[in-house]
């Protein structure tokens, strides 16, 4: 299987243009999470219609396996503008259980109460544990028990797939 980024990318960047235009969504607040989904959201910024500056979120402390043992964090940063009321735009690398946007929305209504999230991915890998589905998706996939997406960036982006014992 190959993985197309630029395909992928072009497609997210005309979902978002369609679906800010469809819902009459101006100036919303681009979030990406750490770190490939802010990789992601910055090849996106230009295609939404906002002025706002890219906002970042680290969903370190909201992670539900945070307590587990062996958990060793790597906290990035959380840079939030006022939510309230705001359309937010959430971008990740990759939708997999559902389990990182659960933190992340968590994490959201802890700064506001949004007037909307809509959640932009990448790669959607069709692997719910959780009743959370991607609005904008560049590449829907199934892939094989031992296959993950591996990102890498944020200069060049780019993506891989690698193969696990």
């Known amino acids: 299987m190959k993985l197309d980024l630029d395909k992928a990318l072009s497609a997210m960047k005309q979902q978002i243009a369609d679906y800010c235009q469809q819902k009459n969504i101006e100036d919303p607040i681009v979030v990406g999470i750490h770190s490939g989904g802010v990789w992601v959201a910055n090849e996106l910024i230009d295609a939404v219609p906002t002025s706002e500056p890219?906002?970042?979120?680290?969903?370190?402390?909201?992670?539900?396996?945070?307590?587990?043992?062996?958990?060793n964090p790597k906290v990035g940063q959380t840079l939030l503008p006022a939510l309230e009321d705001r359309h937010v735009i959430?971008?990740?690398?990759?939708?997999?259980?559902?389990?990182?946007?659960?933190?992340?929305?968590?994490?959201?209504?802890?700064?506001?109460?949004?007037?909307?999230?809509t959640l932009a991915i990448l790669f959607d890998l069709n692997n719910r544990e959780l009743p959370i589905r991607a609005d904008i998706i560049g590449e829907a996939l199934t892939l094989n028990a031992n296959q993950r997406i591996k990102l890498s960036g944020p200069a060049p982006l780019a993506v891989s797939l690698v193969e696990t014992d």
């Open 90 to 117: 959430l971008v990740d690398d990759v939708l997999m259980s559902g389990r990182t946007i659960r933190a992340a929305m968590n994490e959201i209504f802890d700064f506001g109460r949004p007037a909307s999230i």
């Open 54 to 71: 890219l906002a970042t979120l680290d969903i370190t402390f909201y992670r539900d396996d945070f307590t587990r043992a062996g958990l």
